[in-house]
């Protein structure tokens, strides 16, 4: 059967990333776009093995100077449809397909060396690692870096706003609208830590079909690596990468490292999905304190349109529910039969699914409106229903300090019990009245308690009689983790390098 010729014009390239074709974040295209996979990854490794053997004289010097920058261009074009092309009518084996048109580029003088001394998962298992670093530098860490400044300047300019505090969907005690934003910004300057470490630990392999080095050391390759340029011939491959090696391997790279990227990856878009939850609550119509923005010509209903729905905080929540069920997926990888089988290839396919799930988020985040102004900016707060929802309750919300007050100004009984069954039971059933009223009422027939109430200090007796009062360490605690922000985003941008191209 005659080799499929290249020559042929191309047809229009499959851009399209893995996963719902709804979602298709554009900085993850040209690394996960369909046909851009053997490019971003597999080639520059094959590509890299090549140049190590040109240094070290295995592919002789007149042979290895044809592999120039033009031929370079040719081979990281191999497309994936050319490739699924060769593997139905030919191969039956893809990282073969591939070597037969890499063949058909260099010509039979270099194209002997395509692939030597390679097993398919050294260029497979390491060129996916290529393609999430070069996902994690190129796409979402200036991502993460741009919803980071964002939310740190929504923290520090909603500070002091006073919000209800809510816990089961109760109304709790006051905090402020920045202090609800700085706990998801902190999630996320946690989450975000985790990822860059982790990118740190992807390592990849030039090992050999079982991890043990044995072509390499049998044709007098590893000695030859150590001799001239004393290191192992898997690292002058990997270097000009920006990747260092796994300690050992089999066939495939350990699982551990990039499991635990996608893991944080999925942490991470559980965090966005927390902040997706909070705002779609805060945005209910009885609740009312958190606004998305609805441009002109948005619809939030098919069929009622005086609804504004979340969309976009719903989206949030929604890819996050995605990605648990990829990192499942890429669990179910972390164990394999022997050196290596096929069952996690199909899987391992879509692993990409979770960045680009994750970006999606993000560019949710940064999305611009029509005056270039990003949607994170642009959530609406109403100050006016915050203060409404706070006194809703009336001073009920602060039953928490002045039980604790009673307990520690020498109440006898339980000052829990005496707020939770006697005076609230008061305050529910007889319109009109506050708990401090019934505070005040209960004392006149209740010596121990009157007795406390005398040693409480004024100062603090009348902060009883305003919530807002009654924030704690909310606006401190909020510009803390804003300031907090502020010295990685400066660490970082002191420390980065442009992004290298892998």
């Known amino acids: ?109 270099l194209g002997k060396f395509v692939h030597f001394p390679l097993t398919s998962y050294d260029a497979l298992s390491t060129g996916q690692v290529l393609q999430f670093k070069s996902a994690h530098n190129n796409a979402l860490q200036p991502a993460i870096m741009s919803v980071v400044k964002a939310l740190t300047n929504r923290v520090r300019e909603t500070s002091k706003i006073i919000q209800i505090g809510r816990t089961h969907g109760q109304h709790a005690v006051p905090i402020t609208i920045g202090f609800w934003l700085a706990t998801i910004l902190d999630r996320i300057l946690y989450d975000w830590k985790a990822l860059r470490n982790a990118e740190k630990n992807l390592v990849g392999k030039i090992s050999g079909p079982v991890g043990a080095y044995n072509a390499q050391v049998l044709l007098g390759v590893e000695d030859a690596a150590q001799r001239l340029f004393g290191k192992s011939f898997e690292c002058l491959v ?49 609740i009312n304190e958190i606004r998305e923005e609805f441009s002109e010509s948005q619809s939030g209903s098919s069929t009622m349109p005086h609804k504004r729905n979340p969309v976009h905080f719903e989206n949030m929540e929604g890819m996050w529910t995605k990605n648990m069920g990829e990192l499942e997926k890429v669990g179910h990888t972390l164990i394999s039969e022997h050196q290596r089988d096929l069952t996690g290839s199909s899987v391992s396919r879509d692993f990409p699914i979770i960045v680009v799930n994750l970006q999606h988020q993000l560019n949710s985040l940064l999305r611009l409106n029509k005056d270039n102004s990003p949607f994170l900016n642009n959530i609406g707060i109403d100050e006016e229903r915050c203060q409404r929802n706070l006194k809703l309750q009336g001073d009920l919300i602060m039953a928490e300090p002045l039980y604790l007050l009673l307990q520690q100004f020498g109440y006898e009984d339980d000052a829990h019990h005496l707020i939770n069954h006697t005076l609230v039971p008061k305050v529910n059933k007889k319109k009109g009245i506050s708990l401090i009223d019934a505070l005040i009422a209960e004392s006149r027939i209740n010596t121990n308690l009157q007795n406390a109430l005398e040693k409480v200090p004024t100062d603090m007796l009348n902060k009883l009689l305003d919530p807002q009062q009654y924030i704690g360490s909310a606006v401190e605690k909020a510009i803390e983790i804003a300031d907090q922000a502020d010295r ?15």
């Not at 705002?279 to 119509?285: A, K």
């Not at 420390?495 to 290298?500: E, F, K, R, S, V």
Request: glycine share 6%.
């Open 1 to 109: 059967m005659s080799e499929p010729n290249s020559a042929v014009s191309k047809p229009t390239p499959n851009l399209q990333l893995p996963g719902n074709p709804r979602y298709q974040p554009k900085q993850m295209i040209p690394i996960f776009g369909y046909d851009n996979l053997w490019q971003s990854g597999p080639a520059r490794v094959e590509i890299s093995t090549l140049l190590a053997l040109g240094s070290l004289g295995i592919i002789p010097k007149q042979t290895i100077q044809l592999l120039d920058g033009e031929m370079m261009k040719k081979l990281l074009a191999i497309t994936t449809t050319e490739v699924d092309r060769v593997e139905r009518t030919i191969t039956q084996h893809d990282v073969r397909a591939w070597i037969i048109l890499a063949k058909e580029i260099t010509g039979p003088e």
């Open 238 to 286: 990997l270097e000009p990468l920006n990747l260092k090696p796994a300690k050992i391997s089999t066939q495939i790279l350990p699982p551990g490292p990039l499991y635990s990227y996608l893991s944080a990856c999925t942490t991470l878009s559980a965090s966005i999905a927390q902040f997706g939850r909070d705002c779609r609550s805060l945005m209910r119509t009885e």
């Open 488 to 502: 990685i985003i400066q660490e970082i941008e002191h420390n980065q390098q442009q992004p290298t191209k892998i």
